[in-house]
């Protein structure tokens, strides 16, 4: 099980660390490439920043150089620090592994950015 936290409602250029904890087997947890989703209104579910196994980050090109993914594997965790926030940004935040094989998605964590 996946249960992000973090979120909440900030102005534009403000910042929000999101956390994603998981439950379960900390060996499956660390050799999986992990995943950072957001789900706007009206849109589908789209990654946003991947983590390999070992703790090798990139993005995508809409949060290239605002938002930092980490993973502490001895927790079971897995980070995103967001900063420089746009209201384009407001969305619900998941995380997962990288997929093809998800496993069940929690409830996310829903960020909204005020202009």
């Known amino acids: 099980q996946l249960q992000a936290s973090g979120g909440g409602l900030v102005q534009a250029g403000g910042s929000l660390r999101l956390s994603c904890a998981a439950s379960?087997?900390?060996?499956?947890?660390?050799?999986?490439?992990m995943g950072w989703y957001r789900q706007a209104p009206g849109k589908e579910r789209e990654l946003i920043a991947a983590i390999t196994i070992g703790g090798f980050p990139n993005y995508a090109d809409s949060v290239k150089g605002r938002f930092t993914a980490s993973r502490d594997n001895a927790k079971i965790t897995v980070y995103l620090q967001m900063n420089s926030l746009k209201p384009e940004d407001s969305a619900v935040y998941y995380c997962?592994?990288?997929?093809?094989?998800?496993?069940?998605w929690g409830k996310g964590t829903l960020v909204t950015v005020s202009s």
């Open positions: 997962n592994n990288r997929g093809p094989s998800f496993w069940q």
């Open positions: 379960g087997s900390r060996f499956i947890f660390s050799i999986n490439d």
